[in-house]
């Protein structure tokens, strides 16, 4: 918990408290407006994932700006966003614990709501959890399209959702609404050439799971999945219908690293941690960001002269945005840059340490 005064609108980035977590606005808006442009134009839906920013101002600003709703991948996350008044949220991951169970079926009464299964057992307490509570809950079988963690192999999608709809309206709650479909893994190959080469083969996995379902005569209404380091491939298959890339928003450092794909689009740093050098020895510097300190050293045959001096203001760029974000309480929303920029906003992170 932050204890400092927050910034007031107004006030000039120099005075924002360190350690602080800071939006520049002009940046973000333009990442923001880029992806929108690009899901319109490919004709596809834009489910950001809201895990990256865990904000439900930022949620609200992205499906002003096109989104349909979020993905998050806890309960306690869609929880948290629903109650600050996201009213269409996808937990893209799996729950069996019956008593998360309950809550997402009570959560489900209250807003549109979606959850990935895979497996059986986890179907059939879903569909007794929302029975009990008299919801209905769109549900999406996941299938392992080459990530190696959750889902079923392409083959067995069918079955499952055979499962599903076997417990559908209006006797059941579970609506099938599709196939989950992301390559983790994927999204941080450096070369655009590996990545292109795993969205591939994570397309022709995503395919096998269709047919799987077609040939148990089911209908596949959506495939759902993609992230920032894959979705221009995965848009380009012509089979992902939904994307659910986060990170471009506020693109993190790791993934910067990533050689750009041709011809998709760019998106440029938009999250900082402002700090502060509170130490200076003869070999270091330390910040006081991170979880208590953060350090500087001099590059290697550079001496400690290259680095800023006592109280001197440091920028960092996140290395992934998640666990960054996760260490705040509020984003300080600036306008005009980071050297004579103002305040325009200071936003709550209403779902930091939702992590069950
Ligand atoms: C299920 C799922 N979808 C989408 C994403 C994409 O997020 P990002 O674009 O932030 O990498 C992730 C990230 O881990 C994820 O787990």
Known sequence: MNTAPPPRPGDAVESIDTPALVIDLDRMEANLATMAAFARDHGVRLRPHAKMHKSATLARLQMAAGAVGVCVQKTSEAEALAAAGIADIYISNEVVDRAKLARVAALA????????VDSAEGVERLAAAVAAAGSTIEVFVEVDVGHGR?????????????????HAPPEGGLVFAGLQAYHGAAQHLRGAGEREAAAHHAAALARAAQASIGAAGIACPLVTGAGTGTFSFDAASGLWGELQAGSYLFMDRDYADNLPAPGAPRFEHALFVKSRVMSRGVSHAVIDAGDEHGLLRPRTGAGIGE???????????????????????????VRGGLVAGVVEAVWPIEARGCVG
């Open 109 to 116: 009464g209250r807003i549109r709501l979606g959850l990935a």
């Open 307 to 333: 680095l800023p001096a006592l109280d001197a203001t440091v920028w960092l760029v996140p290395g992934h945005c998640d666990p960054t974000v996760n260490l705040h309480d509020r984003y300080v929303a």
């Open 150 to 166: 959750c889902g079923v192999p392409a083959a067995a999608a069918g079955q499952l959702a055979q499962h599903v709809v076997s």
